[in-house]
């Protein structure tokens, strides 16, 4: 009889357990969050070009664009560069050879540079936080749309494992989706929509 109560007591918890995981709140949303973001929540900028990068001698002077960002990733040790006479890309001269500044990753460099999938394919970019929950601002009574108990949530982010040259001036002047992202931590407001599964909530990838 005792092993059956026992048993009966576990039964119960474990019920417990599952219908606790159902249930809307901020720490199951937390939970569920934080998974998705752990997948698809780094923090990259995107430079749209593979290494070697080839900057003509026009655009060097820019005060945004490529040749800006290359140079303020140099200063910040992440790529070094080099003076070279070749085909310049966009020239409408097929052949014709131009002064370039030639970029590439430095050791340091590597560290950070990913292939992030983009609208258009994977593009080269520079990944230098990872994002994570810092607070549930509100969320949404869970309705049923179709065959899931939906809630759409609104919550803060903060970035772990921040790289330093991220907080540099002179690369968030040319990056302004590193200072927007950087200087919205704990500040701006993000949204996700959730959905209930068997195992609890979830942030559906489409």
């Known amino acids: 009889m005792r092993r059956v109560f026992i048993i009966s007591i576990a039964g119960l918890l474990f019920l417990a357990a599952c219908s606790d995981i159902r249930?809307?709140?901020?720490?199951?949303?937390?939970?569920a969050i934080n998974q998705y973001l752990a997948k698809h929540g780094q923090a990259?900028?995107?430079?749209g070009q593979m290494f070697p990068v080839d900057v003509p001698e026009s655009d060097q002077g820019d005060?945004?664009?490529i040749g800006s960002q290359m140079a303020a990733l140099e200063q910040a040790g992440l790529v070094h560069s080099s003076n070279i006479v070749a085909a310049a890309p966009?020239?409408?001269?097929?052949?014709?050879?131009h002064p370039l500044k030639r970029y590439e990753l430095t050791?340091?460099?590597?560290?950070y540079f990913r292939l992030v999938p983009g609208i258009f394919g994977k593009t080269g970019s520079f990944c230098y936080g990872q994002k994570t929950v810092d607070?549930?601002?509100k969320w949404t009574e869970p309705m049923t749309v179709g065959a899931y108990s939906q809630s759409e949530v609104t919550y803060t982010y903060k970035l772990l494992d921040l790289a330093g040259w991220a907080e540099r001036p002179d690369v968030q002047r040319v990056f302004s989706d590193i200072?927007?992202?950087?200087?919205?931590?704990?500040?701006a407001d993000?949204?996700?929509?959730l959905q209930l599964t068997n195992k609890g909530w979830d942030v559906p990838v489409p």
């Open 23 to 31: 249930k809307p709140s901020d720490a199951n949303f937390t939970k």
């Open 44 to 47: 990259c900028a995107s430079i």
């Open 63 to 65: 005060q945004y664009g």
């Open 90 to 97: 966009g020239v409408l001269r097929p052949g014709a050879r």
């Open 107 to 111: 050791d340091e460099g590597g560290k």
């Open 135 to 137: 607070s549930i601002v």
């Open 179 to 187: 200072r927007g992202t950087v200087n919205g931590a704990s500040k």
């Open 190 to 193: 993000e949204i996700a929509g």
